[in-house]
């Protein structure tokens, strides 16, 4: 049993949004290093140039194609063009599974009641391009008590609180 | 004619564009003409229609009744429930739906 | 049967909250209704012909009689005091106000129930075998399995946004009462050589306007690897899955396009990954879940007789009973197909009286069926006669499980706003055509299945007989199929020729029926006719 009602949080810890050095226009980025400011290339174009260290991934690219060029990767850019094309939270998701831990920012079109399964899925910054209210996306970010399965945070599945 | 039908947002009652308002009654409709976008917009935008949209309509004796048996079944109820609809105490309320 | 611990629970409250947040938002104009109806799909609620229309789920299809009097009291209190029992289990409300939804869920949430997941591009509600854990034929009760997947698919990240819907059923016998390979990730328990138990699992079926019965892509899966490889097949799926028209964005037309071998290779490579990352529940998980679905305490040394004095008791006995594992006990179904009525509907009245039912007689225990019936799954023989007197008192007495009357029918143009021509009223005209007892029982087992529109929710792809309303120019039209199954032997229906009004389609039904009587061989229902002679056989009789 927790007793905290959000230790089991998105990002391993409670989902709340701090302020960040970065000012108010950082509130979406859920990071404490300095954002990368070299602009985001394809991935094709990435996997050609050897100094590029931002990378695009388009709702149909395969991700696991990085394997090779991880270490080198410091922002991988995640777009949805349209909310209803869920590829991205796959992408996420096996990056984090192939270890990558620089920062995955979801653009596009983020509908802020998914922000919380983004933020489970190993999205940790946001650049919607709609503006989100800052209100909502905290709610939403702090609705869920606990969490049904593993995904990429370090949430504790309900099934592990069960049997210790 | 083009009449406008929609959905209360609160109730989910089928609705139609009346001139001044939304009413449950599709003998209310009137012709929306070339306005029926500019109508849905604004009255979407206030919050006092859901998913509406324009249809062709025609005026009758009885009043005025939707081209499309679809529409027919919303302006009036189920026919299989003639209980449930808007005039369920009328036998032949129905008799234009179908 | 299952019950919520404190996690559970507080799952389905904060998701009631979740959905009073959104609503407000709604009905405050913070959000169009473009982006709202992803949300609101996501809890069950759609914008139907009339009004709201709120999908309530029922796991696998198992509910108690507490559950069932929360559900009469929505009906009556928040609705026009009736229900419709869906094809997929669950149980439907037809003139839902927004406003009230909320309460509607926080009602729900007290009786452990939810509309989570009933629509939207979301893994839905888990169907199962409707006699599980009471059935004859079954080698164990499938739902302990059913209800971990149930938690590990509520809220999963990954598959926020699906390509589309996902279905998923769960059997454990021979005989398939589920349409188990309509569904697009089908399971089925089964037991090896070595007397381990373990999963077939079939994958890519779906009605819909593309039909696929599911493939077989594991012969034999281990139980406890059950959740890794959903996650394959659901990852393998959200990845490579069309987004560019909604109309081929199924499962069924991955696993065609890939190709079935290729479709499984994919799917068993991201299952080593998943295995790796320690994805599946552990025993002392499945033990826990397994414990609440022991079975009732059965007596011993009961009575095996039934006085068949009464002959309208008799008939409803030889019909709607079903053989029970436990001696001196039987399965009863219980006809929501009252000859004229509207399929699957019960009103509040019937819903109590069938919760106390359960409650007396069957250690509270209700399913809903696919078929749009409901079951009392244990119930003792010496009891049969007076649980059929109190359903008869009630308008529930119908004797006519999987007979020509027993129809499956979608809501249709009566209250649908996808459907193109109404479902009900042909299903109840085909009822009363065929309403003599002796016909029908001399007709035997005829699945008619009747859907207003080509998204197939009421099954005309599985149908012995199946029906589609198509819209022609504006009219109500009938295309008439034939051959179809959703049992243990699968088929898909093929369509007749040309379509039907509505009163040619009663008509033709009857031609195809009577055509059945003049050919058959003893022995033979009109699916094993129309399996031994073809179309060709039937065609002429319904054309002429």
Same mark, same amino acid.
């Given at each position: 049993m927790v007793d905290d009602p959000r230790a089991g949080g998105p990002g391993g810890g409670p989902g709340t949004l701090e302020p960040t050095p970065?000012?108010?226009?950082?509130?979406l980025r859920f990071r404490d290093d300095p954002a990368p400011d070299e602009p985001v290339v394809t991935l094709d174009t990435f996997l050609d140039q050897?100094?590029?260290?931002s990378v695009l991934i388009e709702a149909?690219?395969?991700?696991?194609?990085?394997a090779p060029v991880?270490?080198?990767?410091?922002l991988v850019e995640i777009d949805f063009?349209?909310?209803?094309?869920?590829?991205g939270f796959s992408s996420a998701r096996v990056l984090r599974e192939m270890g990558y831990e620089g920062e995955i920012k979801a653009t596009g079109e983020v509908l802020v009641d998914l922000i919380y399964f983004m933020r489970r899925c190993g999205f940790d910054s946001f650049a919607p391009h709609v503006p989100l209210d800052r209100a909502e996306v905290e709610a939403v970010l702090n609705r869920?008590?606990?969490?049904y399965q593993h995904a990429a945070d370090a949430a504790v599945p309900i099934w592990q609180l069960r049997h210790g | 004619m083009k009449i406008l039908t929609g959905n209360?947002?609160?109730?989910?009652h089928v609705i139609w564009w009346d001139g001044q308002g939304w009413s449950l009654?599709?003998?209310?409709a009137v012709d929306a003409g070339d306005r029926a976008d500019a109508i849905i917009a604004r009255e979407e935008a206030e919050c006092r229609v859901n998913g509406a949209y324009a249809i062709d309509g025609e005026k009758t004796a009885d009043g005025v009744r939707p081209a499309h048996i679809k529409d027919r079944i919303r302006a009036l109820g189920p026919t299989v429930r003639p209980d449930l609809t808007l005039k369920p105490a009328d036998p032949n309320a129905g008799n234009w739906v179908i | 049967m299952y019950k919520y611990d404190q996690y559970d629970q507080a799952m389905v409250d904060a998701r009631v909250e979740d959905f009073r947040d959104q609503t407000r938002r709604r009905l405050e104009g913070k959000m169009t209704d473009d982006q709202f109806k992803p949300l609101r799909l996501k809890n069950g609620l759609y914008l139907q012909l009339h009004a709201y229309m709120l999908r309530v789920a029922i796991p696998y299809g198992t509910l108690n009689s507490r559950q069932m009097r929360k559900l009469a009291h929505i009906a009556r209190t928040y609705d026009r005091g009736y229900g419709h029992f869906t094809t997929r289990q669950n149980i439907q409300y037809n003139w839902i106000k927004l406003e009230d939804a909320p309460d509607i869920l926080a009602e729900l949430a007290t009786v452990e129930m939810h509309a989570i997941q009933?629509? #939207?591009e979301s893994i839905r509600n888990i169907s199962a075998d409707?006699?599980?854990?009471?059935?004859?034929?079954?080698?164990?009760?499938p739902r302990p399995w059913a209800e971990m997947i149930r938690q590990m698919t509520t809220f999963m990240p990954e598959f926020s946004y699906l390509p589309r819907k996902f279905k998923i059923a769960v059997i454990a016998a021979?005989? !398939? $009462?589920?349409?188990?390979?309509?569904? @697009?990730c089908a399971l089925r328990i089964v037991q090896n050589e070595a007397g381990e138990i373990g999963f077939e699992v079939f994958a890519g079926g779906g009605m819909g306007r593309t039909p696929f019965i599911a493939y077989r892509i594991r012969e034999f899966l281990p139980t406890d690897q059950i959740l890794s490889y959903l996650q394959a097949i659901l990852r393998v799926w959200n990845r490579n899955?069309? $987004?560019?028209?909604i109309h081929k964005q199924r499962m069924k037309i991955l696993v065609h396009e890939l190709g079935e071998d290729e479709f499984r290779r994919q799917v068993e490579e991201e299952f080593q990954h998943f295995l790796a990352l320690g994805e599946d529940f552990p025993q002392a998980e499945y033990d826990r879940i397994a414990a609440y679905f022991a079975p009732p305490p059965f007596e011993t !040394?009961?009575?095996?007789?039934? !006085?068949?004095? @009464?002959p309208d008791f008799a008939l409803w006995a030889d019909h709607q009973v079903a053989a029970h594992k436990a001696p001196g006990y039987a399965i009863v179904n219980i006809s929501l197909?009252?000859? =004229?009525q509207i399929p699957g509907d019960i009103s509040a009245e019937q819903m109590e009286l069938v919760a106390d039912l359960a409650e007396r007689y069957s250690f509270d225990e209700l399913r809903a069926t696919h078929a749009q019936n409901l079951v009392?799954?244990?119930?003792r023989k010496q009891d049969l006669h007076a649980i059929w007197t109190a359903l008869h008192e009630a308008g529930?007495?119908?004797?006519?499980? @999987?007979?020509?009357?027993?129809i499956i029918a979608c809501p249709g143009l009566d209250y649908c706003?996808?459907?193109?021509?109404?479902?009900i009223p042909v299903a109840q005209k085909i009822a009363e055509r065929f309403a003599d007892a002796e016909r029908q029982k001399d007709l035997g087992e005829l699945k008619i299945k009747i859907s207003g529109?080509?998204?197939a929710c009421g099954h005309h792809h599985a149908g012995h007989i199946g029906i589609l309303g198509v819209d022609r120019k504006g009219t109500e039209n009938y295309q008439l199929l034939l051959g #179809?199954? =959703? !049992?243990?032997e699968t088929s898909q229906a093929k369509i007749t020729g040309p379509g039907f009004d509505e009163a040619g389609i009663v008509d033709a039904v009857e031609r195809a029926v009577e055509r059945y009587r003049e050919i $058959?061989?003893? #022995?033979?229902?009109f699916l094993d006719t129309y399996r031994r002679v073809g179309m060709d056989g039937f065609k002429e009789a319904i054309y002429g």
């Open positions: 970065g000012g108010e226009r950082d509130w050897s100094n590029a260290s149909g690219d395969d991700v696991r194609r990085l991880l270490d080198r990767v410091r063009p349209k909310f209803r094309d869920g590829r869920y008590p606990h969490v | 209360d947002l609160k109730t989910g009654h599709v003998e209310d | 009933t629509s #939207g409707q006699y599980a854990g009471a059935a004859a034929d079954e080698i164990i009760d021979e005989a !398939d $009462r589920a349409a188990l390979r309509w569904h @697009d899955a069309r $987004r560019d028209n !040394d009961l009575s095996e007789e039934i !006085d068949r004095s @009464d197909k009252p000859i =004229g009392l799954p244990h119930v529930l007495g119908e004797a006519n499980l @999987d007979l020509v009357t027993d706003s996808l459907a193109n021509a109404r479902s529109c080509i998204n #179809g199954s =959703g !049992d243990e $058959r061989e003893p #022995g033979e229902r």
